[in-house]
Each structure stands twice: as C-alpha cells, then as structure tokens.
C-alpha cells in the first residue's frame, strides 16, 4: 500500500518579523533613561557633596572672621558701648559710629561679608550696616543659641538671595548668603560662662562663589560621566547590534527547525495512524525529489528488491547492492551507507532525516512481521503434528472435521469416520518396551498413511488410536477403505507374540454421515458412532472392521 496523499503539509502560522524581540530597541530605550537618571543622580549628589564641603570651609572662615571681629571690638574698648546700646534707645551716637568705624574696617578687608548685626540679650538690632532695621527683633533659634554661647561653626542658613549693589556696575544682582550667628562676650576671660555673653554678632557671607563652583564641578562631572557613558553606549550598541542580528539568525534557525518538525510529526502521525487504520507495515514516508538509488547508480541488478521501486531504499534492503557493496538495515556494511552520496542526500535535512528514519524502523517492522507470520506458520504446524508420527493430532483433526462438516451440509454430499486402534498395544509395550512401541506407533501411522487417498486425512486421535476423515465418502467405499487400511497393517508383519495371531493388527469402526437424511447432528456423534463400532471390534475376534449404521 503506498501512501501518496498522505504527507500533504497543513498550513502552519509562520511567526511575524514583529514576533522578534527587538533587543537592540529596548536596549537603547532602557539605556537612554538609565544613563539621563543616573546622571542627574550623580549630578545631584555631587554637587550636594561640593556644597557640603564649601560651605563647612565658607562657615570655617566666617568663624574665624567673627572671632577677630569679636576681639577687635573687646580691643577697642567697643564692649562698653555695645552694653550702652543695650541699655539706651538706639541713636546715632559718637559711640555708634566708632563702632561702625570699625566693622565697616572688618568689611573693607573682607569683601565676601555683605553685612553684619549686633544683637542685645533680648535679640533687639543694636546695630546693623543697614541702619533701616536698628530696633528690630530677632526670633530666630539660631540667634537663641548664640546667646547661649555656643560657636560661630553653626550654620543657620546655608542659602538665600538677597540683592546687593555692585562695586563695578552700581547694579544689585542676586547673590547666596551664608548667616552665621557667634556670641559676644564681655571680656576675653570665662567665655564658656553664658553670663559672660552681652549680645550676637550675624555675619552675612556671600557664598555665590561657593554656590558656583560646587555647581560648575557638578556638571564637569556629569558631562565627563555622559562622554565617557556615550562612548560606551556606542560600543555596547554595536556589540548588541551584532548579538541582536545571532539572535534574529537562531530565531529563523528555530522557527525553521519548529516548521520541519511540526510538518515531520504531522506526517509521521498521519502514516502511523495509516499503520494502525489498514494494520500494514508497508507505509513509506514519500519524498518524491529523493535520488533513488538504482538511478543514481545506474543499476541494472533486477534481482535487487530495491530495483525500479518507488518505496524502497537500499540501505533498507538486506542483499541490495551500492557501489557493488552490500547495504542495508539487515547488512553488516550498514555503516557504508554513510560514505554513499545517495544515503547523506537522502538525510540531508531534519524532515528527511525524519522520514527515513520513520521508513527503516516501519521496513523493519515490516520484515519482522513477516519473519514472525513464518515463525507462526512453523509454529501452528508444529502445534497441529503430533511430534511422534508426524500426522496430524486431535487438535487439528478437530478443525479439519469441523470445515468438512459444513461442506457436508453446505454441498449436500456425505463423509464418512475410520477410527483404528492397534490390538493389544499395552501387552506390546510390556513385552518389547515402549521404544520399541514407539516404533510401532510410526510404522502403523505411515503404512496408513500411503494407503489413503490424497483427499483423505489421518490423524492421531491418542494413544494407539487414530481417526481418519473420508471427505465424500460414502458408507460402502469407506468399509472398503477401511479394510484396506487393516491388511495394510496385517501385511507389515511386525511380530507381537502376546497376539493370538503373533504380529501386530488393528481393529477399525466406520460411521458415515449423510446430510439429507438429518441435519440436526453435529460431527461429535458421527465420531461417537465410529468409536462405538471399533468398541465393538476390539470385543469380538480383532483384527477386523465394523461396521455403524449409516447416519
């Protein structure tokens, strides 16, 4: 049976080219944000970090301008009028201005300090470069803690814009200041006692300097961090480039091989079920542009099985030759097939390899079966020959009555039963031994056998008996056929001294069988009307035939 429309490939889904995951696309999408975050993140902290460390340097110095300040002020006899201030209103005294004199000195040498106030105990402005505000309260914590005592080092505000006029220009701009609050003490001595502090200088720092340079390292940070990361941006993009087109390669490869296999297992499905639905081994996986081997090779060898067919390959044919080699599944040169051109082109790809694969194991079956169908035949022959006599036994004797107990019936014609049974066959056996018996047993079987016709058939029915099948026989001719069957063994002449006639004999019953007469019988009483006639026999003189009423 061969298989033609068989392999007819179904339609697959082939994968879009948007089933491919773009690695290189979310790549520089997840790389472009990475790199815009991480640089404002380090943007952030390092300017974070430079302000940090300007402003404690910038806090530093204005500690220690305020200390100098504070001694400056103790040294020129000031402390007298700031207590003065303290305790009158607030005027524009002689006392004032020697004060002022000598601030406004302190800022001359330091242009980074933009301003300074002096506070009382009770956080009133006595004095300030910006006479406006004299007499105002401060509430703020950090001026508390000046009063206190505690150092200048406290930072009570690290940014603010304020305007102030430029020296240059005569314009105010913006600038960042720095408050640092400092205590004022009374005398040099005991100056960790709090009585000892009369008021609080505020010294405002201009820090925009500070501001800008911790500003300017932050981004020369970051566009050196962005260069450096863009040069190896391009390099992981090239490197994901070429990874991104390996994958797009292996993924067609996959898709590909997907493809073939699924076809493969659609095909090999579809044949076995072709196997199990016809119960046949001889299904093929087709390849029509396969080379066949006798083509390619120019055979001539018609005794080749593999010659002029469309289903066979050499190298699944025992005996088929290849290059004057022999091939073959069942050949011990099956590995040569390996070097031939014809077998690598026949495996060249998966669904080939597949295929052939498929028709080697269903050759194989194919002649397994008919290796086991032989075996079978041999044993069912085997089963049905009686290993002693080589006739057949009860049990094939049993299907053989039955078909010709319905042809009977069906053709309307008679048959006729011979059962024979060799006399005094146990008293033989006790005086020549049962080797001897068995002897007797085969020549017996085979003297009778050359008696009958080649229609008729004779069995082992056990024992020393044996039954015979008359097939259209009637009654009168199987008396005689019968009878023929006894001088046949009588002329044998195998000597048997516990026999009243001294040689060995059989006694045989005859029962026939006509289907006109009755049908409602069945072959058991015909085989019971023999056994009954040879009971019969064996009770009188032996050695004869006897004769059933005709059924």
Known sequence: MHIKNIFKTKSLHVPQPSDHFNLQKYFTFYSIVFFVLFTALLGVVFITHEKKILINSAISAANEFALQLNYRVQEE?????????????????????KLDKIINEYLSEFPDVVKIKIFDRTRRTVYSTESEIIGTVNTHDQLKMALTGQTASVLTRRMRPMTIASAESGKKHEVDILEIYLPIYKSKKNTELQKNVIGAFVVYKDVSKVMYEAKKGGYTISLLFIISMSILFLIWQMIIRKADRI???????????????????????????????????????????????????KCSKKDCPSYESSDLRCWQVAGTFCGGEAQGVFAQKYGDCKLCDVFQHALSNRINKIGESFNNMMALLQSKHLELQEANKKLNILIDIDPLTQIANRRSFQHRIENTHLLTLRYNHPYSIIICD?????????????????????????????????TDEIFRWGGEEFIVILPEQNHA??????????????????????????IVTISCGVASFYPWKTKDIGWEYVVKQADDALYK??????????SAAPI
């Not at 402390?79 to 524009?92: A, Q, Y």
């Not at 390669?249 to 079920?273: F, P, V």
């Not at 006399?423 to 085979?446: C, E, P």
Request: net charge positive; glycine share 4%.
């Open 247 to 297: 994958i797009k390669l292996k993924n067609s490869k996959i898709k590909k091989y997907n493809r073939e296999l699924e076809e493969a297992q659609q095909k090999i499905t579809e044949s076995i079920d072709e196997v199990i639905k016809n119960e046949s081994f001889h299904v093929r996986y087709m390849n029509e542009h396969l080379k066949k081997c006798w083509e390619s090779k």
């Open 537 to 546: 026999a064996k009770l009188g003189k032996k050695n004869c035939v006897y």
């Open 422 to 454: 060799i006399d005094n066959f146990k008293l033989y056996n006790d005086t020549y031994g049962h080797q001897q018996g068995d002897y007797v047993l085969i020549s017996v079987a085979n003297t009778m056998k050359s008696s009958l016709r080649r």
């Open 477 to 502: 001719d199987a008396l005689k056929v019968a009878e023929n069957l006894r001088a046949s063994v009588h002329n044998l002449g195998i000597k048997h001294q516990k026999s009243d006639l001294r």
């Open 77 to 97: 006899g000031a402390v007298p009028i700031i207590m003065t201030l303290n305790s009158l209103p607030i005027e524009r005294s002689r006392d004032y201005e």
